[in-house]
């Protein structure tokens, strides 16, 4: 019913950029806090960025600078523009939302690979 689908990953090199998509539906969507994680082979899984409903972003420190959360409310989509990536920043990135309010109604995309080659 809830369905979150990342798109946009692929192949860059190293100074390249990509853009990533996160289209929901089955969801209230303005009500959702949204963010990406990342995770690479052999390591935890990593908060990259959010975007609080009222617009409110949070970025890890490895990549603030370089890339950009944004939500459109009209599209039920949230994105993550990723600008000057590094090799270091390859990993399978994964869309999340939660509910502002009611914590337990969260949500995970099933991801999309980035991979940045040097």
């Known amino acids: 019913q809830v369905q979150l689908v990342e798109s946009g990953g692929g192949l860059v090199q190293s100074g390249g950029s990509l853009r990533l998509s996160c289209a929901t539906s089955g969801i209230i969507f303005s009500f959702y806090e949204m963010a990406w994680h990342r995770q690479a082979p052999g390591k935890q899984r990593e908060l990259v960025a959010s975007i609080t409903t009222r617009g409110i972003t949070n970025y890890a420190s490895s990549v603030k600078g370089r890339f950009t959360i944004s939500r459109d409310n009209a599209k039920n989509t949230a994105f993550l523009q990723m600008n000057s990536l590094k090799p270091e920043d390859t990993a399978v990135y994964y869309c999340?939302?939660?509910?502002?309010?009611?914590?337990?109604?969260?949500?995970w995309g099933q991801g999309t690979q980035v991979t940045v080659s040097s």
């Open positions: 999340y939302a939660q509910h502002r309010t009611l914590s337990a109604r969260a949500y």
